[in-house]
């Protein structure tokens, strides 16, 4: 369980990033975190893995202060997978790379073994194993470190931007990846700008502006409410906006996918005839 | 005359195996707003380094066939030629500013073709105006949102006055609005001055409107070419991954229940225009 | 790492910044010429004091003291040498004599690197790569020079987000041996040193989008012209210089130590 407790934090050269923060995530939860560039979005989660304290309050890691263990210790349980892949590769092969965190846990050469196969499985990396990471494609190189997080099995897994210069077909597959984690009883928090990608997936929004959350709640709440979009400096995803225009006859407001929203033009058609 | 024109043109970057494309045939007229999409890798960023020269000449590696771009065979002139009729802005907007305020990064394109300080200074404030960022022609890229940088990236690309802009994915780090916004600029360039747009883009439900042509790729090779209502329509788009706008879903969605939108929206506020039409007609 | 920041540009208007940094630089070597000139403390200290006036019209003066507050440690080194030099290779006349001199070095240090300061602070890297520019140093140079200076803030935060990042991967930095803590800095070092490459690649490409190298003859957006208040600091410059020169041949400077009779 994730709980934060009031938290304010400042940057060293005095930018003012989360401004009075609260909320509190359980075990096993699918959350993402969203807001305009520059809200917090980062700022917050970085305080989940300890890699930033809070000025003031505090944050609470399955009822540890954050301030009182290591990164490396908090990193056993919070998994964080950087928006830019390659601020992580440096090994000579995948293989290594993926060991790399397990070896830094401390873990038994032959669990290390078995966990690196799990993690190129299931991931399908194995044709690469003995691959240099930087002679990956794009794509694969992000795969390539989020196996490297999931070998360490850690049970909440941080994905910030995970969707960034993805195509259609890969933002699929991590959708369902992101589903198959979250079933396997792991707390997935991602943190994105990606309006389209979120309505798919339908989690726990906790949308922030300005170094505060502004709301907290289902996607259909709060992705299709205007005033919330436009203080967070979002758009309103497609579908809504389509049945925004369309509110003055009679429909509603909060309509967030295809067949919903041809189900509601049917039944308006069907219900004259 | 068309503006692009590739003829049976092949391209295998230095050291690889295979070709990044193969005999690709084009042509663009002027004026033209082109949308290239497709998945990863299929060869759209390669197409885009063609077009300014930046292959071969930056990237050397084997080029067959022919391209020519505003009249030029881009193998037998220098990159700095063909700038002058074709602008490049890439994905990521850091790595493409170099200067320490914005306007000096405006000017950077016309200092080295040696224009006369007068005319840089009335080009960088056009530029700028055009663009919507005067107002930070002082300030330095790194204190910019994403959103500023990339419209410093194409103002200074437009401060050459190229005939043709050429873009890759310049949305790709940007928020939603940002992105919106973004699109708007570069369509403004289309309509208000007359400039050709090459548009290497994902974001389909943002960008799909203001295209009058799709092309989309797979594997180094075009599978898709023609006006987006009729493209998105194929049943082979879907297939290749290319992600289509939710409201053309929608149409589609209605279709096979037997509701014919007037026509292939592609955008929300079309689609609900054309719903409300449909209702309407419904209605009597 | 505060003795950077008495050396990083600040940008605030004063008449200082406002003159050109060739003027500017002629004051820096004329400083440094009177500081190598004089050996005596009074006319040392005279030298840092007069630097002083400049430093509160430029409104610099926290950055300043700053910078003497990290030169501390060389400060003190070069007093401590002085002293034992003097008092086991040196004949001197009395151990305050060895006091004053060894003080005098010191403030020479001083005043060399606070001239720096003074220049560095007023002066924006693009004037100084404008004004290098205009002297005739090569483009490619200046070019270098200041890109350098753009992408210092972007690599500085490039490598607080790696070093997350391999934390985050159980990377402990602090723990270990020697060995082991230089072997820690590799997960850090080769993505930056891989992601500069990359940075580089990506620039070429857009310099040459851009038409670089199509123009022999390079034109520039700005000038740099001197102004009556530019010919002024270096006219004020020189004549200190002058007066300075006049002084050391003519008047014979007494030590503190004299004056005061120890």
Redesign the interface.
């Known amino acids: 369980m994730i709980e934060v407790e009031n938290v304010y934090f400042t940057y060293p050269n005095g930018v003012k990033a989360l401004k009075g923060v609260s909320l509190k995530i359980a075990d096993g939860e699918f959350v993402a975190i969203m807001g305009?560039?520059?809200a917090g979005k980062t700022t917050l989660v970085?305080h989940f893995?300890g890699?930033l304290k809070p000025t003031k309050g505090r944050v609470l890691i399955d009822g540890v202060d954050t301030r009182q263990v290591?990164?490396?210790k908090l990193?056993?349980k919070v998994?964080?997978v950087?928006q830019?892949p390659?601020?992580?590769?440096?090994s000579e092969t995948v293989e290594d790379e993926i060991s790399?965190?397990l070896k830094?846990?401390r873990f038994d050469e032959k669990i290390i073994r078995e966990r690196v196969d799990w993690a190129l499985n299931l991931l399908d990396l194995v044709q690469y194993r003995k691959v240099s990471p930087?002679m990956l494609?794009?794509?694969e190189r992000k795969r390539v470190a989020l196996a490297?997080?999931l070998a360490?099995d850690p049970k909440i897994i941080i994905l910030d931007e995970p969707t960034?210069?993805?195509?259609?077909?890969?933002?699929e597959r991590l959708r369902q990846f992101i589903i198959q984690m979250n079933q396997q009883g792991k707390t997935v928090i991602i943190v994105t700008?990606?309006?389209?990608f979120v309505v798919e997936c339908e989690p726990r929004v906790i949308l922030m502006a300005n170094g505060r959350i502004i709301a907290d709640g289902e996607t259909r709440e709060i992705l299709t409410d205007p005033e919330l979009i436009n203080r967070s400096?979002?758009?309103l995803?497609?579908?809504t906006?389509?049945?925004?225009?369309?509110n003055d006859?009679g429909f509603p407001r909060n309509v967030i996918g295809?067949?919903e929203?041809?189900r509601l033009?049917?039944e308006?058609?069907n219900g004259?005839? | 005359m068309a503006i692009i024109e590739a003829r049976d043109l092949t391209y295998t970057y230095p050291f690889a195996e295979k070709p990044a494309f193969k005999n690709i045939n084009l042509r663009i007229e002027k004026g033209e707003f082109v949308l290239l999409t497709g998945p990863s890798g299929c060869g759209k960023t390669t197409i885009c380094r063609c077009l300014n020269g930046l292959i071969p000449h930056f990237y050397g590696g084997k080029l067959e066939g022919e391209l020519t771009v505003a009249g030029l065979k881009t193998t037998e002139h220098a990159i700095y030629e063909i700038a002058k009729h074709v602008g490049l802005v890439f994905q990521n907007p850091e790595n493409q500013l170099f200067a320490l305020t914005v306007e000096k990064d405006v000017a950077f394109g016309l200092e080295n073709l040696g224009v006369p300080r007068d005319e840089i200074r009335r080009r960088v404030d056009w530029a700028l105006k055009i663009t919507g960022i005067y107002e930070l022609r002082h300030r330095a890229p790194f204190e910019l949102s994403g959103g500023q940088q990339q419209r410093v990236a194409i103002a200074s690309v437009l401060a050459m006055q190229p005939e043709i802009i050429v873009l890759d994915e310049p949305t790709s780090s940007l928020d939603p609005l940002s992105a919106k916004n973004i699109l708007e600029v570069i369509h403004q360039l289309n309509r208000d001055l007359g400039i050709t747009i090459i548009l290497v883009e994902h974001r389909l439900d943002l960008a799909s409107r203001y295209a009058n042509r799709v092309i989309v790729m797979r594997d180094g090779r075009i599978v898709l070419d023609g006006e987006p209502r009729r493209i998105f329509l194929q049943r082979e788009t879907k297939l290749i991954g290319v992600g289509i706008p939710k409201v053309v879903r929608l149409y589609l969605s209605l279709r096979e229940d037997g509701v014919n939108l007037n026509k292939v929206p592609l955008s929300p506020e079309e689609a609900s225009q054309l719903i409300a039409e449909a209702l309407m007609l419904d209605r009597s | 790492m505060s003795i950077f920041d008495g050396l990083k540009f600040r940008n605030i208007s004063s008449p200082i910044h406002r003159i050109d940094p060739r003027a500017k630089f002629i004051y820096v070597c004329v400083l440094f010429v009177i500081a190598v000139l004089f050996n005596q403390l009074i006319p040392l200290l005279i030298l840092l004091f007069s630097q002083i006036p400049l430093v509160i019209i430029a409104k610099v003066k926290r950055e300043w003291l700053r910078l003497i507050r990290g030169s501390i440690f060389f400060a003190t080194l070069i007093f401590v040498m002085n002293v034992i030099s003097l008092y086991f290779y040196g004949n001197y006349p009395s151990v305050a004599y060895i006091i004053e001199y060894s003080l005098a070095m010191t403030v020479r240090f001083i005043v060399l690197i606070e001239s720096f300061s003074l220049f560095f602070l007023t002066t924006s890297p693009d004037m100084l790569g404008l004004s290098l520019e205009q002297i005739g140093v090569p483009y490619e140079f200046c070019f270098a020079f200041t890109t350098a200076i753009r992408f210092v803030p972007v690599l500085a935060e490039e490598a607080q987000t790696i070093i997350d990042a391999q934390r985050a991967r159980g990377l402990e930095l602090e723990s270990g041996n020697f060995i082991r803590r230089v072997k820690n800095y590799i997960p850090i070092l080769i993505p930056l040193i891989v992601n500069a490459i990359r940075r580089s690649l990506e620039l070429a490409e857009a310099m040459e989008s851009r038409a670089w190298g199509a123009s022999e003859k390079r034109t520039n957006i700005y000038v740099l012209k001197m102004g009556k208040k530019d010919y002024l600091f270096i006219l004020l410059s020189l004549a200190m210089l002058l007066a300075s020169i006049y002084v050391w041949m003519y008047i014979k400077i007494p030590f503190l130590t004299q004056i005061l009779q120890i």
């Not at chain 1, 390659?86 to 440096?90: E, G, S």
């Open positions: 305009q560039n520059g970085k893995n890699l290591s990164v490396a990193s056993r998994g964080f950087f830019n390659d601020h992580q590769l440096f790399f965190a830094n846990f930087f494609s794009g794509g490297s997080v360490w960034l210069g993805q195509d259609s077909y890969q933002k700008h990606d309006i389209e400096s979002l758009i995803p497609e579908i906006q389509v049945f925004t225009n369309l006859l295809v067949y929203a041809k033009i049917l308006r058609i004259r005839t």
